[in-house]
């Protein structure tokens, strides 16, 4: 399960180093909001699996200071609609003390939080924030999207001397996958295609892979051939992958559960239609939510996120 | 108020050495800045000498500190070298942050300064961090923060004191009362028995030992910090040290200023450096010869920093694309 595969990078890299810890509320006793942390308190008792108080801000602050006096800090911030609350020691200690003194010191943190709603979490607690962190030089993001994909990313991750985000999703937390026994890394800055195609490309991210890969899935009946493309990774972002495929295919659709306004999609898009424009034959197309905040009930929730039904239209209005 | 007999004799000199470095550094650095000649903004320490001095005389090497905008006082005292942090104030490639940061992030990580920081308030969680890594380490360092007490309103504050007194956590709170954030007066923000008595109350709601202090004392402000250092290094906890003192400059040198004439003339009668020579001439400590040949001995190691940064070399543009992701 994606959770597990989260879990078992971050045990066995904790079992390599003694001065790597966790920290995040309710991680330790409760075993984590979305059950990640599980009983990983009791492997490595409170001082590496630490509750915290209700303190976002304190607790970033923390694992930075943490991480720049020899040791290295996993903060987990279970909903990531309560980043904006600690986004200051994010973006303006993280992101900033490598830079801004002159590299003496990095800061080897990481932040692990979620996004995505269909858990009929209301307003407060559905949100896609990814795009908020992704313009901000010091910072490095990953978004993985299946078990394989979380364990090795969120490996690479821990190791990386800088501050990495990962952005789980609520939604995928118990979906099944592939995971290798033996240990493996996953490399920032590589995208995966998930599905190889060649009518159209179809770049999607989080649970957005899995919703265009079954929509994909029924289309291929029809002898429409979608080709998948899965970032994984937000900054740093491959590039090359993605305009490989666009250069096979010639017609872009991206997909992100995020309101399409402001997010991710729109930082593909530009780069397709500086980098890429001789290869496209159509405009390039974006679904997401719509612009609202999004409601509890499945009606209302359904209506605001996006569809396999809006995926699938957006697909054959480019073909 | 303390004297300086109940020191040792030999920790009173290097409590003034320090103290002078730093207003000498300060009133240098006014007067090059006043001149045109460097870019960006300085918010200098000058009347707080007392409380970076009297702190850090009782940290070691390793031990760590985090800073604030008006944080050349702390830098000095815990050991920067002038030179390199003349060359950033100057903005040139020899400074501690390689020109590129300027006054406001000072720091040299190598001897446990965290970092000059311009969030006010930010200082704290991360000095909270340092203090959680000294416990999982399992060292006898410790992390001072020193913050004022417009900071002190920050969430940061609350959140990183009440953390560190659950976990027992090695953390000083330095809290530098000068009254006044920017141009914001305290007395204007603050429940006035709050803020007389800050370092007692807001130790106490936190479950930690909370003392105000004299922070134009130095000898006070010395031992208090010895208390405060000591327990935490015996694994006893977080200290709240609140220090009563007075920004004598301005928030940015050349800024303008809100506050009552009379009051800043009340407050620079209590100047810490004033204090401390009359005392040492009084019990013979040093003379005034003595005072004039530490005045002239350190005013040269400041000449010395300008020349060093006068000379050193501007950073090349593309230099700014450095240090992004290590």
């Given at each position: ?23 995040g ?26 509750d ?11 694992g ?5 006096t ?9 909903f990531?609609?309560?980043m ?52 901000v030089?010091?910072?490095k993001?990953?978004?993985p999207?299946?078990?394989?994909d ?12 800088n501050?990495v ?28 295609v998930?599905?190889?195609?060649k ?17 994909a ?30 250069k ?14 402001g997010?991710?999609s ?12 001789e290869?496209l ?34 697909i054959?209005?480019?073909? | ?90 903005l ?32 704290n ?57 920017c141009?914001?007066?305290?007395r ?18 936190y479950?930690?030992?909370?003392f ?18 000591g ?7 977080p200290?709240?040290?609140?220090c ?47 005072i ?35």
């Amino acid at each position: 399960m994606y959770r597990e595969a989260i879990r078992e990078a971050m045990v066995e890299e904790m079992k390599k180093d003694k001065y790597l810890f966790l920290i995040g509320e309710d991680i330790g006793k409760y075993g984590g909001e979305f059950r990640v942390s599980g009983d990983m308190v009791n492997i490595f008792g409170v001082d590496r699996v630490r509750d915290a108080p209700i303190s976002e801000q304190g607790q970033i602050g923390l694992g930075v200071g943490a991480s720049v006096t020899g040791c290295r800090a996993i903060v987990e911030i279970p909903f990531c609609d309560f980043m904006p609350m600690c986004a200051d020691q994010i973006v303006n200690q993280a992101a900033k003390f490598y830079y801004m003194f002159g590299g003496q010191a990095s800061v080897p943190m990481v932040i692990r939080t979620k996004i995505g709603g269909f858990i009929g979490g209301s307003e407060q607690h559905s949100q896609c924030l990814e795009s908020w962190f992704t313009n901000v030089p010091g910072l490095k993001a990953v978004i993985p999207s299946t078990p394989y994909d979380a364990k090795g990313l969120l490996k690479t991750a821990i190791n990386d001397p800088n501050p990495v985000i990962c952005f789980e999703n609520a939604y995928l937390y118990p979906m099944k996958g592939p995971v290798p026994e033996e240990e493996y890394t996953i490399p920032l800055g590589v995208a995966d295609v998930k599905r190889e195609g060649k009518d159209i490309t179809v770049i999607a991210t989080s649970y957005m892979v899995w919703k265009s890969l079954e929509v994909a899935e029924k289309l291929a009946k029809e002898g429409i051939s979608v080709e998948v493309v899965d970032p994984r990774s937000l900054v740093p972002l491959d590039k090359e992958t993605i305009l490989n495929s666009v250069k096979k295919t010639g017609k872009v659709l991206i997909v992100n559960e995020a309101p399409i306004q402001g997010s991710t999609s729109g930082e593909f898009a530009a780069i397709i239609a500086d980098e890429g424009f001789e290869y496209l034959e159509a405009p390039i197309k974006r679904v997401g939510a719509k612009w609202a905040p999004i409601p509890n009930p499945s009606v209302l929730e359904d209506y605001v996120l996006p569809s396999n039904d809006d995926i699938e239209k957006a697909i054959r209005q480019l073909l | 108020m303390s004297s300086v007999k109940d020191i040792d004799k030999g920790i009173v000199l290097k409590l003034y050495e320090t103290m002078l470095k730093i207003r000498l550094f300060e009133e240098t650095e006014s007067r090059i800045y006043k001149s045109g000649e460097q870019e960006g903004f300085v918010h200098l320490y000058i009347g707080q000498e007392a409380i970076a001095s009297g702190v850090c005389a009782n940290l070691n090497k390793d031990d760590y500190i985090t800073s604030t905008h008006r944080g050349h006082g702390h830098v000095i005292a815990k050991g920067a070298d002038l030179g390199k942090m003349m060359a950033e104030l100057y903005l040139r490639q020899d400074g501690y942050c390689l020109g590129r940061s300027g006054s406001l992030h000072i720091a040299d990580v190598s001897i446990g300064i965290l970092g000059a920081n311009g969030i006010v308030g930010d200082g704290n969680p991360i000095a909270l961090g340092a203090g959680y890594s000294i416990m999982l380490r399992k060292t006898k360092q410790v992390c001072v923060s020193f913050f004022g007490d417009g900071a002190s309103n920050q969430g940061t504050f609350h959140e990183s004191a009440n953390m560190a007194a659950a976990w027992s956590l090695p953390v000083i709170f330095v809290l530098e009362k000068n009254l006044i954030g920017c141009g914001v007066e305290s007395r204007d923000v603050f429940q006035c028995d709050v803020l007389r008595e800050i370092g007692k109350r807001r130790g106490a709601a936190y479950g930690m030992p909370g003392f105000d202090v004299d922070g134009n004392d130095i000898v006070e402000v010395y031992l208090a910090a010895k208390k405060a250092v000591g327990r935490a290094r015996k694994g006893e906890g977080p200290t709240l040290l609140a220090c009563a003192t007075y920004r004598q400059r301005a928030h940015w040198e050349g800024d303008i200023d809100v506050r009552d004439e009379a009051e800043k003339a009340e407050w620079f009668k209590k100047d810490p450096i004033d204090r401390i020579e009359k005392q040492m001439i009084e019990e013979k400590i040093l003379t005034e010869d003595g005072i004039k040949s530490y005045r002239d001995r350190i005013q040269k190691m400041v000449d010395d920093a300008v020349k060093f940064a006068r000379k050193s070399p501007h950073p090349k543009p593309e230099d700014a694309l450095l240090y992004v992701y290590k």
